[in-house]
């Protein structure tokens, strides 16, 4: 299936330069002179090398239809991570570095979709949002400025994500699984 290159984004799977390659963290870049483009890292799902790569809308690209079947996360061992497939029960080992940084979203139960190619997993994808709780905000720091601020703030799995100020810490948010970023707080 052909789809442009401003519609690439984390987890996708493309055919690039005569090989599969995986969008590992994509950016739109509007800049002041000329068109936009999407700035996307790609890891080829052979040989791991990695490639940057600027994608205009414009252009076109092929994204590889795979095997898609959803998995649940049952825990973390080493780093190893262990899945069930929920319908056959069997349990699949993947390599933490095989999920990336977004490794650190998993949460016990979590219904995930692992895509394969040829039987071999290639892929996963992660909801694309998730509730956490913050462990670490930094104070406010009156008068700091009149436009938005936002402060660094830990969670509790360890990440780091930039919040507005009036977040404190042992609230619970809404963070955005692709672009590691702050959505709203949770209800």
Known sequence: MKINGSEIRPGYVIEHDGGLWAAVKTAHVKPGKGGAFNQVELKNLV????????????????????????YQFLYAEGDQLVFMDNESFEQLELQSDFVGERAAFLQDGMKVTVQSFDGRPIGISLPDQVTLTVAEADPVVKGQTAASSYKPAITENGL?????????????????TNEITYVRRAD
């Open 47 to 70: 040989d791991g090398t990695k490639l940057n790569e600027r994608f205009r809308a414009s252009e076109s690209v092929e994204r590889v239809h795979l095997d898609l079947k959803d």
């Open 160 to 176: 780091r994500v930039m919040v507005p100020p009036f977040v404190g810490a042992g609230e619970r948010i809404v963070v955005d």
